[in-house]
């Protein structure tokens, strides 16, 4: 059993930049892949990021690539995404997960409850 919780969200505009965090508490944080995933109004969750049990590998949408940043710190249990250039279109909850590297979500087992990220233009 492993417990998530996203924290560090907020209202930024745009252009500027917010990092998130999700806090892992139960099982061995360093023992899974981690993954960001986010969620507009209205529309489906989408990938966002995600990172394996060795930090050096990492994806991204392309929708953010070289804006944002995941990174993981095993000995905090914590995963975090730094977002830069944050548009509009970035607006959504972004949720923390874990389970493996990738980019589907069936490949998580456990996820955060959400914080939500507003950019306003």
């Known amino acids: 059993q492993v417990q998530l919780v996203e924290s560090g969200g907020g209202l930024v505009q745009a252009g500027g930049s917010l990092r998130i965090s999700c806090a892992a508490s139960?099982?061995?944080?360093?023992?899974?892949?981690m993954g960001w995933f986010r969620q507009a109004p209205g529309k489906e969750r989408e990938f966002v990021a995600t990172i394996g049990r060795d930090s050096t590998i990492t994806d991204y949408a392309d929708s953010v690539k070289g804006r944002f940043t995941i990174s993981r710190d095993n000995a905090k249990s914590t995963v975090y995404l730094e977002m830069n250039s944050l548009k509009a279109e970035d607006t959504a909850v972004y949720y923390c997960?874990?389970?493996?590297?990738?980019?589907?979500?069936?490949?998580?087992?456990?996820w955060g409850q959400g914080t939500q990220v507003t950019v306003s233009s």
């Open positions: 139960g099982r061995t944080f360093s023992s899974y892949g």
């Open positions: 997960a874990a389970g493996n590297l990738g980019r589907s979500p069936t490949i998580y087992l456990y």
